[in-house]
């Protein structure tokens, strides 16, 4: 993997030495070698169009057992560039609705992908900052009850659920701060 893959964070904080060998950014912990390899270059795949579609998918199979994907994507230079160019490429296809399957489960993996970054703390803020989620109103907005198109809104859905979900309990806990102080 090219070791100046990344160069700078988002934040403009450079890679720990031990790390940039892999383009692995400051605050992120190395776990199981061959994974991290592995994540590493498929995240560097997105950036590819030819290999992006494997890319997606793959990605989106490993997010719920890599805890450090979100920011391992929202810190990787085009990422979250390239799957908001998914999410974009199939407005044509929502009017008149032309969407198709393969279509829908590629965006949907990209929608999974951006899931994940608004689901962790570390990116939560920084997706939420980015007004992406102003990208999937489109999909809302869809009439088509074809398949591809339900699973577009649902996915779209999930993204915003996450958020809420989140903001709800932080929202809790606010309030159980607020609460104990005035005890």
Same mark, same amino acid.
């Given at each position: 993997?090219?070791?100046?893959? /990344?160069?700078?964070?988002?934040?403009? !904080?450079?890679?720990?030495?031990?790390?940039?060998?892999?383009?692995?950014?400051s605050g992120i912990v190395p776990g199981d070698r061959q994974q991290d390899a #592995?994540? =590493?270059?498929?995240?560097?795949? /997105?950036?590819?169009?030819?290999?992006?579609?494997?890319?997606?998918?793959?990605l989106s199979k490993k997010r719920e057992i890599v805890p450090d994907l979100a920011? &391992? $994507? =929202?810190?990787?230079?085009?990422?979250?560039?390239?799957?908001?160019?998914?999410?974009?490429? &199939?407005?044509?296809?929502?009017?008149?609705?032309?969407?198709?399957?393969?279509?829908?489960?590629?965006?949907?993996?990209? /929608?999974?992908? $951006? #899931?994940? !970054?608004?689901?962790?703390?570390?990116?939560?803020?920084?997706?939420?900052?980015?007004? &992406?989620?102003?990208?999937?109103?489109?999909?809302?907005?869809?009439?088509?009850?074809?398949?591809?198109?339900?699973? $577009?809104? $649902?996915?779209?859905?999930?993204?915003?659920?996450?958020?809420?979900?989140?903001?709800?309990?932080?929202? #809790? &806990?606010q309030k159980k701060k607020r609460n104990d102080s005035s005890l």
């Open positions: 993997m090219n070791p100046n893959m /990344l160069g700078m964070n988002a934040l403009g !904080v450079g890679l720990l030495s031990s790390q940039s060998n892999l383009g692995i950014p #592995q994540i =590493w270059q498929l995240t560097q795949e /997105l950036t590819i169009p030819d290999k992006r579609e494997t890319a997606l998918l793959e920011p &391992i $994507l =929202w810190y990787s230079y085009g990422t979250i560039a390239c799957l908001l160019q998914e999410i974009v490429s &199939i407005y044509p296809l929502l009017s008149p609705p032309k969407l198709k399957a393969p279509a829908s489960n590629r965006v949907c993996n990209a /929608l999974a992908l $951006l #899931q994940c !970054v608004a689901s962790h703390p570390e990116t939560r803020g920084l997706f939420l900052n980015a007004h &992406i989620p102003l990208y999937l109103y489109p999909f809302l907005n869809t009439t088509s009850k074809t398949r591809p198109f339900e699973y $577009l809104r $649902l996915t779209s859905l999930g993204v915003i659920g996450a958020l809420v979900k989140v903001l709800f309990v932080l929202g #809790q &806990i």
